[in-house]
């Protein structure tokens, strides 16, 4: 059974506007979580991680939120820009160990 | 050549084939890696070496044989594959060493494609 779900396989954002890209896991265990990105033809690049000890960790345009008791993390890009069009993926592992598990991806389409 | 590399980009072979997928880091890593990702489904990983010595075999099918002569090399040797193990086979490396922890940031070829008839 997935342990990291990503219930949107797609989603459309005009350009500008703020994207969410949502992400649920089911082990309680898990304390470390991040998202990468990947463009066609391309290997997956990490973007941005966030540890259970913080709710909420920034980079630039890129803001990923952590809810432990919901077992949901989510990832905001403000403002969306075409080029961010890409597949995301979020993963989530235990700490002290760098085995993670992904979940299926969400298509973002930034329409200009 | 720089980051992660793979090769071929594309293989398809016969179920009665043998072949090797190749994976080349020049960011002077300790510790590579073996996923695969079948059609909308997530990335599963296989294999983990850590300072050429594998610390992770995920359950996987003996007809997938990897092998890392050395921390900058990593092949995933093929036999008698079945056609449901067509899929985009990734590698990643990561800083690694002594110990391996979720903070170290894995770095990911481009995949090989690879189809099973």
């Known amino acids: 059974d997935q342990q990291v779900k990503q219930n949107s396989p797609s989603l459309s954002v005009q350009e500008g506007r703020i994207s969410i890209l949502n992400c649920d896991y089911t082990n309680s265990m898990f304390d470390y979580f991040l998202w990468y990105k990947k463009y066609p033809a391309e290997g997956p690049t990490f973007l941005i991680s966030i540890s259970s000890i913080k709710d909420k960790n920034e980079d630039g345009r890129f803001t990923v939120f952590l809810n432990k008791s919901a077992k949901h993390l989510s990832l905001h890009i403000v403002p969306s820009q075409p080029g961010d069009s890409a597949v995301y993926f979020c993963?989530?592992?235990?700490?002290?160990?760098?085995?993670?598990?992904f979940g299926s991806g969400t298509k973002l389409n930034v329409k200009p | 050549e720089t980051g992660v590399t793979q090769t071929p980009r594309h293989l398809v072979m016969g179920m009665t084939n043998k072949k090797s997928l190749k994976c080349e880091q020049h960011l002077g890593h300790n510790a590579m890696y073996w996923y695969k990702q079948s059609a909308k489904k997530p990335l599963e990983l296989m294999f983990v070496y850590s300072l050429e010595e594998r610390v992770e075999n995920n359950s996987v099918p003996s007809r997938f044989s990897p092998e890392c002569p050395n921390s900058s090399h990593l092949f995933l040797h093929l036999h008698t594959l079945q056609p449901e193990d067509s899929a985009l086979y990734l590698c990643a490396s990561s800083q690694g060493g002594t110990g391996l922890a979720a903070t170290d940031t894995q770095y990911f070829g481009p995949g090989t494609r690879l189809t099973v008839l």
């Open positions: 993963a989530a592992a235990l700490y002290n160990f760098n085995k993670f598990y």
